[in-house]
């Protein structure tokens, strides 16, 4: 018999895992479908402004209403989004696709963290080690899945077996759930007020998760690493397919292998780093940033695969503990809230990152140069983003401290 701790890791390793049999081939699929990289990056923007609309209400609702509730309509949403993705006759059925897939995201990011800290018996000084060990566990899980979709597709590029793949999963996932525990919810509490209406309490909820990050140095630094992330990932999540394929020959297999090596390397990195502190994550994400600008002037095949490997490899270590700071350091009460306004906010990252992506690629190169031109610019300015962004926040803080240290010499 599982324990629960085990069985709490689980179900996010079979969400996160199921998902990715479509990873190693998700936009060769669209590519194949007839449809530009340009408007690739259109499509994936309907994702992308879904996720900002919905990732902090989905949060608070979920505090309110209950974390088991938004994982199983979450696991719903992705089952609608696969189906409509292995039905995609037209461009519209592609869009409501991306929107369900994204609807799936906004209520599972945030409420897992939180479900699984109230019913997986975590305490508070195990916070670092447990997600620590979830992201481990969902890395291998989407190795796993993502080698296996790709040979699925194979190498006559059958990418819909990775799709049917995924929707299996995501329906076993949900019949899984529902063995799972509850948790609770602040619905129906006899401490509320029979006056109170459920939305003064949800906007209340919004308004403090606001300040407690607002109020947190640590959180806001986190919350800015986030947006430099989501703004340089954004060529490597959607273009190293067909940059890979340029380079190896496009092929299902080729696309697993790749994909498997990226997650396996990162899993690597992040039990070796497991116990890195915020900072040398900034440090890294700046150093990383800039490390996939090698991708685009990179010539050889050999150094192609280096570079690839290496920014996946970075960007997925992030990624493990990226998580769990902020989880460490948001109220536990209102601690979905907070991971989903700051998932939130680091989406106008994305948002931003495919707008230009898009225009780019319109404008310049529609083929492998465009891939690389993008892997050159972005990182960059991702990288001057963040330092920018935190050299405002330092000044900004020792100005407020020397305010406070001079007003009562000014009164």
């Not at 989903?340 to 310049?364: D, I, K, P, Q």
Request: with cysteine.
């Amino acid at each position: 018999m599982m324990s629960v701790k085990a069985r709490v890791l689980a179900v996010d390793s079979v969400f996160e895992g199921g998902r990715m049999f479509v990873g190693a081939v998700s936009v060769a699929y669209l590519l194949k479908l007839g449809y530009s990289p340009s408007v690739v990056s259109l499509l994936k923007m309907v994702q992308a402004i879904v996720v900002l609309l919905g990732e902090f209400p989905s949060g608070v609702i979920s505090d309110y209403f209950g974390r088991k509730r938004s994982l199983l309509f979450s696991v719903l949403a992705g089952v609608l989004g696969f189906s409509c993705f292995m039905h995609a006759g037209h461009l519209s059925v592609l869009v409501l696709g991306e929107a369900f897939l994204a609807l799936s995201l906004c209520l599972w990011s945030g409420s897992y963290e939180a479900w699984a800290l109230e019913v997986g018996e975590v305490k508070n000084g195990n916070i670092q080690e447990f997600f620590h060990t979830n992201g481990s566990l969902n890395q291998f899980a989407v190795l796993v899945c993502g080698l296996l979709g790709g040979f699925l597709a194979g190498e006559g590029g059958f990418y819909i077996h990775a799709y049917l793949a995924a929707l299996l999963s995501l329906v076993f996932l949900f019949l899984f759930l529902l063995w799972m525990p509850d948790g609770s919810s602040r619905y129906g509490r006899e401490e509320m007020s029979a006056s109170a209406s459920v939305v003064n309490s949800l906007l209340l909820d919004a308004r403090t998760s606001i300040s407690a990050v607002g109020n947190s140095k640590v959180l806001l630094e986190l919350t800015a690493l986030a947006v430099a992330m989501q703004f340089a990932v954004q060529p490597m999540l959607h273009y190293w397919q067909p940059l890979v394929a340029g380079v190896f020959g496009e092929s299902g297999m080729v696309f697993g292998f790749f994909f498997a090596v990226f997650c396996g390397g990162s899993a690597l990195v992040s039990w070796i780093f497991r116990k890195t502190r915020v900072e040398r994550m900034i440090g890294l994400v700046i150093v990383w940033t800039l490390g996939l600008s090698l991708v685009g002037v990179s010539e050889q095949r050999v150094s192609v695969a280096i570079s690839l490997v290496l920014a996946q490899v970075s960007y997925f270590f992030l990624r493990s503990i990226f998580n769990g700071h902020v989880a460490a350091h948001a109220p536990p009460e209102h601690r979905a809230s907070v991971l989903s306004f700051v998932s939130l906010v680091s989406r106008g990252g994305m948002l931003a990152a495919l707008l230009f992506t898009s225009l780019l690629l319109e404008f310049t190169y529609e083929g492998e140069e465009g891939m690389r031109l993008l892997y050159l610019v972005v990182p960059l300015i991702a990288a001057g983003g963040l330092l920018s962004a935190l050299l405002l926040g330092e000044c900004k803080a020792n100005l407020n401290k020397s305010l406070k240290t001079r007003g009562p010499e000014c009164n």
